[in-house]
């Protein structure tokens, strides 16, 4: 008799636990609507995330509001950004580096025969070989940049760029929409991979820190390319960018996977470094840095800027028809090229 009557209070009560719970998710969306995601929950919710999980996401305290993002058209480095990493007391930390990890460098270089010179200076570049991996919320700096296509974003970047730009409404019209879509559909994968990568992690989505971009770990990848790449380098059965060894090896298989292989040309090993981070100072302080480590270099104040021929482009078109899985980053990670 007591069973029977649990069982009917438990079937009264559900319609009521049932309306609280809608009740509760209402109040997580409206209050990540409020704080300017809706464009983005919409289309997570269209490729099959529950709305409920990404309201819940968007209206948590972490998750910054959504403002803006100002775009530029094309973005560029200058070689500036790069130059302390040639200074002597960069170069010996790189070593240091090298030195200190020397066996999973070699190990990687074994593996996937990509120079342990390279991908120290990599590391030594990305992350001060894991010093500085970032701080920032992964989801929230990819979600931002997933934003740039939302019609709101879109209108007040094309109203901002119209005033700059002497080509006319017409042509910077196309060109911020051709912008502003490159971008979401960059880093709308990546807000993808972010949940992906909690869910095989067992870690909460908010929890990832990275940098202003959404990279992180050691090599400062996205999401997309710790997935793809990410590699256990010591059988602990577990991928971490913030472990060396897994570090160092992913690096050497996101570079193999690009076709880096011994014997390659210098144009083949610019254009890969390239497909890394889309800078062509970035390419030149990674190949710098790595001679100095293998002491090969000459003194800085002597080199010259690798000249941009057309051996060099016709590498980069090769290994883009080679079919590689798209890279880690097509902006700079630490400080992103968007604006």
């Not at 400062?220 to 991928?239: E, I, N």
Request: glycine content about 8%; hydrophobic content about 45%.
């Amino acid at each position: 008799m007591a069973r029977r009557i649990v069982l009917v209070l438990l079937v009264l009560a559900a319609p009521s636990l049932c309306d609280a719970s809608s009740a509760a998710d209402d109040v997580l969306m409206a209050r990540a609507r409020a704080a300017g995601w809706s464009y983005l929950i919409d289309r997570l919710a269209a490729d099959g995330v529950p709305r409920a999980q990404a309201a819940q996401l968007f209206s948590d305290p972490r998750m910054e509001p959504f403002t803006g993002l100002e775009f530029g058209l094309a973005p560029r480095e200058p070689r500036s950004t790069y130059r302390h990493f040639l200074h002597p007391s960069s170069i010996a930390q790189a070593r240091d580096c090298r030195a200190r990890y020397a066996s999973a460098f070699e190990k990687a270089e074994r593996e996937h025969g990509v120079s342990a010179s390279v991908v120290a200076a990599i590391l030594h570049v990305e992350s001060g070989c894991g010093r500085n991996t970032g701080s920032m919320v992964v989801l929230y700096r990819v979600a931002r940049l997933a934003m740039a296509n939302e019609p709101g974003n879109l209108a007040a970047n094309t109203a901002r760029l119209a005033a700059e730009h002497p080509e006319g409404p017409v042509a910077v019209d196309a060109r911020v929409r051709a912008r502003a879509k490159y971008l979401e559909d960059t880093f709308y994968p990546e807000v993808r991979a972010t949940l992906v990568l909690a869910d095989r992690l067992g870690i909460d989505p908010l929890a990832l820190r990275g940098s202003s971009a959404g990279a992180f770990g050691y090599p400062q990848f996205l999401p997309t390319s710790y997935l793809k790449h990410g590699v256990d380098g010591d059988g602990d059965g577990r991928v971490s960018l913030y472990d060396p060894d897994d570090a160092i090896v992913s690096t050497a298989s996101y570079l193999a996977a690009y076709g880096w292989r011994p014997g390659i040309t210098a144009a083949t090993r610019r254009a890969i470094i390239w497909r890394y981070n889309h800078s062509d100072a970035y390419v030149d302080a990674v190949l710098a840095l790595a001679e100095y480590i293998d002491g090969r270099a000459m003194p800085v104040q002597a080199r010259r800027p690798a000249r941009q021929g057309r051996h060099q482009a016709r590498a980069r078109k090769k290994v883009r028809r080679a079919g590689a899985v798209p890279g880690s980053r097509v902006v700079r990670s630490g400080r992103a090229t968007v604006a």
